[in-house]
């Protein structure tokens, strides 16, 4: 079973205008009416999700790419990512911010993919001749080496 999802956002669509689906979905939140998740099979599943105290590291696979994401919404500014992308030199960089997303902010239709997922992140990173990337890091399960 994979951990969860993740998903690099482009960092201008959270600056669009808001959408009538995503109005309807603000109502009917306000409402206390369950919002439906909608599909996320087109995004990169998590392979591996480990947590050690307050902080997480990802991994996700797929044809593409593989990444790496380490964050601590404790401390920022001590995370990191690495995507690796077939024939290229890997992509690494460092998190700048992290907000968890909180329930009351899955009616945007930048967080809809996350609805089904306890646990979710919005992680902004930057890197060397990079333009910024947002991703979105959707949590089911999680591994404690030091449990295991």
């Known amino acids: 079973m994979p951990y969860g999802v993740l ?3 482009d960092p201008r669509t959270f600056d669009a ?3 009538l689906d995503e109005a309807l979905d603000a ?3 306000q409402a206390h009416v369950p919002l439906s998740a909608p599909a996320v099979d087109d995004w990169p599943q998590l392979v591996d999700c480990v947590v050690r105290g307050s902080g ?3 991994e996700a696979r797929t044809p593409a790419f593989s990444a790496r994401l380490a964050f601590n919404p404790a401390t ?5 990512y690495e995507i690796h992308f077939p024939g290229r030199q890997p992509e690494r960089g460092r998190v700048v911010r992290i907000a968890q997303v909180p329930e009351n902010e899955l009616w945007r239709r930048e967080y809809s993919g996350l609805r089904a997922f306890p646990i979710r992140f919005h992680i902004t990173t930057t890197a060397p001749h990079v333009m910024q ?3 979105l890091v959707g949590i089911r399960a999680t591994r404690d080496p030091e449990n295991a």
């Open 7 to 9: 998903h690099f956002h």
């Open 17 to 19: 205008p808001l959408q």
């Open 56 to 58: 997480y590291a990802v």
């Open 27 to 29: 109502l009917a939140l």
């Open 76 to 80: 920022p500014e001590l995370g990191d």
């Open 133 to 135: 990337r947002d991703w």
